[in-house]
């Protein structure tokens, strides 16, 4: 069982940029695809990037591409979100998830385990 930890959540102005972190424990995930997704208030859970084991490949939502980077540390069984150029719309409970030693994906049916969230705020 693989437990995660967000954290690096907080409030920012637009334009500004914030950078979370999912550590894991329990069991290396070096060999599972994450993922970051985020979900506002009344809206359902938004895929927002997802990185492959070996951190080779990775994939994007629309509305965070070429602002967002994801990238992960499998010595430091960490994952991290890198958000710059933070808008209002980015406001949301972000949530990190892993697959069970399968490649990336999109949707949250396909991912076995959960962080519990860290909030990020940006005021206009």
């Known amino acids: 069982q693989v437990q995660l930890v967000e954290s690096g959540g907080g409030l920012v102005q637009a334009g500004g940029s914030l950078r979370l972190s999912c550590a894991a424990s329990g069991r290396t995930f070096s060999s599972d695809a994450m993922g970051w997704f985020r979900q506002a208030p009344g809206k359902e859970r938004e895929f927002v990037a997802t990185?492959?084991?070996?951190?080779?490949?990775?994939l994007y939502g629309n509305s965070v591409k070429g602002r967002f980077t994801i990238s992960r540390d499998n010595a430091k069984n960490t994952v991290y979100l890198q958000m710059n150029s933070l808008k209002p719309e980015d406001t949301a409970v972000y949530y990190c998830?892993?697959?069970?030693?399968?490649?990336?994906?999109?949707?949250?049916?396909?991912?076995?385990?959960w962080g519990q969230g860290t909030q990020v705020t940006v005021s206009s």
């Open positions: 990185i492959k084991w070996n951190g080779g490949s990775t």
């Open positions: 998830a892993g697959r069970l030693g399968a490649g990336m994906a999109v949707l949250t049916k396909d991912y076995d385990y």
